[in-house]
């Protein structure tokens, strides 16, 4: 089984900045993806911006492209989320989410407002 905890969630002013953090720990030896997603109240989760261990470019949603970055430090076993030039319509609880293929496990979820 793998735990991922999340940290770094906040309230922050519009146009400021916020840096996520998301530790695995446990039976990591086989994660490959790794990403988050988020979920503002009333709505659906949405996926945010998703990389591989293994290499390769991430996707992000179009609704965070430059402004949003992932990153990652696999001897840590940790993605990051720096995000920039927040908007209100950022403000949503962000999950950190990894698996071998497909997202299978989950974090807690960060609570992340930004206000106007």
């Known amino acids: 089984q793998v735990q991922l905890v999340e940290s770094g969630g906040g309230l922050v002013q519009a146009g400021g900045s916020l840096r996520l953090s998301c530790a695995a720990s446990?039976?990591?030896?086989?994660?490959?993806?790794m990403g988050w997603f988020r979920q503002a109240p009333g709505k659906e989760r949405e996926f945010v911006v998703g990389i591989r261990r293994s290499g390769g470019s991430p996707n992000y949603a179009d609704s965070v492209k430059g402004r949003f970055t992932i990153s990652r430090d696999n001897a840590k076993n940790t993605v990051y989320l720096q995000m920039n030039s927040l908007k209100p319509e950022d403000t949503a609880v962000y999950y950190c989410?990894?698996?071998?293929?497909?997202?299978?496990?989950w974090g807690q979820g960060t609570q992340v407002t930004v206000s106007s």
């Open positions: 446990g039976r990591t030896s086989n994660i490959d993806v």
């Open positions: 989410t990894m698996g071998p293929a497909a997202y299978v496990y």
